[in-house]
Each structure stands twice: as structure tokens, then as C-alpha cells.
């Protein structure tokens, strides 16, 4: 997708400045790595803001590789319906953006 953005620039269909959500940790994604999320953000086409977040227990993980690449973080019920890998506490909006 990085690299279809960059495609779409050079077409003009797109026009910067670009956003960016990188979404990991399941089957149909990026592992939830550091390697992959370094790889994911040195795609993207240049000046592009981007943001990454991870799929339930991926979150936090990801939320904070996030902010230590200088990123932005993603959030939101839609991908992590429970807090914790056990499934046993239900997230919330304010429990998944101040933990």
C-alpha cells in the first residue's frame, strides 16, 4: 500500500501532505514487529504523517514503537474489543488512550 501511495503521487490522483494508518498484529497484516513497522514506515513516500497501532494484545506494543519512531499513535474499540490477550477486562476509549 506505501508503495501505491507513492504511485498515486506520481499521478496526481493523490496530493500531499499524505496520511498514513499502519495497522499490525493479525493474518491479514504486517507482523506486529518493530522490523515490520521500521519496514512499513520507510515505504511510505516522503513527508508522509503516519500513525500505527496494533490488533488486541498488539496495541500498547504498537502504540509505543509508535511514539518512540516519532510517529503518531491509532486507536479505537474497532480493534481491540478487549484490553487484555486473555479477553477478561473489556477496553475502553479512555482505558486504551491513557493506559
Known amino acids: 500500500m506505501a508503495h501505491l501511495a507513492a504511485e498515486l503521487l ?5 496530493e500531499p501532505p499524505l ?3 499502519l495497522i499490525l498484529g493479525s ?5 506486529a514487529t518493530a522490523r515490520s ?4 514506515v520507510d515505504a511510505l513516500p516522503p513527508g508522509t504523517t ?3 497501532g496494533g490488533l488486541g494484545p498488539f496495541q500498547l506494543p504498537m502504540n509505543a514503537l509508535a511514539i518512540f ?3 503518531h499513535v491509532r486507536t479505537g474499540l474497532e480493534d481491540n ?5 486473555e479477553r477478561a477486562r473489556p477496553a475502553t476509549n479512555p482505558g486504551l488512550v491513557v493506559a
Open 10 to 14: 506520481d499521478r496526481s490522483v493523490l
Open 50 to 52: 503516519w500513525a500505527a
Open 37 to 40: 513497522l521500521a519496514h512499513l
Open 69 to 71: 519512531m516519532g510517529g
Open 27 to 31: 493474518v491479514n497484516t504486517a507482523p
Open 81 to 85: 474489543p478487549s484490553f487484555d490477550a
Open 19 to 21: 496520511y498514513a494508518n
